[in-house]
T-cell receptor, first 117, second 109 residues
Framework: GAVVSQHPSWVICKSGTSVKIECRSLDFQATTMFWYRQFPKKSLMLMATSNEGSKATYEQGVEKDKFLINHASLTLSTLTVTSAHPEDSSFYIC?????????????FGEGSWLTVV | EDQVTQSPEALRLQEGESSSLNCSYTVSGLRGLFWYRQDPGKGPEFLFTLYSAGEEKEKERLKATLTKKESFLHITAPKPEDSATYLCAVQAWDDKIIFGKGTRLHILP
């Protein structure tokens, strides 16, 4: 079964509104989570690294004030797209880093389709 | 510069025709190499983690191997349901994760 849950799976919002996407690690605590954006038939584009209890680290070219990331607990990170515009429509995916004594594994959520109309 | 290169970009095989996908990497200290399968419109599904050169892991028709410079994902007697994009990623010692662009695999019945 899924070890990282992402919600909602799809969302439609009006231009100018904000929308929040949640990413939860179900079976482990994740001090580090990642947010990606993916365009059709393109590779994953890392937007930011989310660290529990501290500010997210954004990749170059990603607007911090537009894509708000919060990682308030060891099992939950949220991505809020503020003042959404049609060009923000995309597939957003999160992942969580599971650190164990035997090694690290990164698990992905199922993704969230955002359509801004 | 840390880098991950996957080849080929796309691969079409007949059902039952075995082949290998390549993931070449340069990284400042390898903490782990990951393989994922991604179906259209879905998040990547975890397949394997490899940690050191010489390590091999198997799952059904897939086997992943690792050397100091590259990893191979061998697919034996593939079926149409194995069609997907296969992603490779490496984790460096500073925890930075670098993804390849993927190989689109299409298995023809």
């Amino acid at each position: 079964g899924a070890v990282v849950s992402q919600h909602p799976s799809w969302v439609i919002c009006k231009s100018g509104t904000s929308v929040k996407i949640e990413c939860r690690s179900l079976d482990f605590q994740a001090t580090t989570m990642f947010w990606y954006r993916q365009f059709p038939k393109k590779s994953l584009m890392l937007m930011a690294t989310s660290n529990e209890g501290s500010k997210a680290t954004y990749e170059q070219g990603v607007e911090k004030d537009k894509f708000l990331i919060n990682h308030a607990s060891l099992t939950l990170s949220t991505l809020t797209v503020t003042s959404a515009h049609p060009e923000d429509s995309s597939f957003y995916i999160c992942s969580a880093l599971d650190r164990t004594l035997s090694g690290n594994t990164i698990y992905f959520g199922e993704g969230s389709w955002l359509t801004v109309v | 510069e840390d880098q991950v290169t996957q080849s080929p970009e796309a691969l079409r095989l007949q059902e039952g025709e075995s082949s290998s996908l390549n993931c070449s990497y340069t990284v400042s200290g390898l903490r782990g190499l990951f393989w994922y399968r991604q179906d259209p419109g879905k998040g990547p599904e975890f397949l394997f983690t490899l940690y050191s050169a010489g390590e091999e892991k198997e799952k059904e028709r897939l086997k992943a191997t690792l050397t100091k410079k590259e990893s191979f994902l061998h697919i034996t007697a593939p079926k149409p349901e194995d069609s997907a994009t296969y992603l490779c990623a490496v984790q460096a010692w500073d925890d930075k994760i670098i993804f390849g662009k993927g190989t689109r695999l299409h298995i023809l019945p």
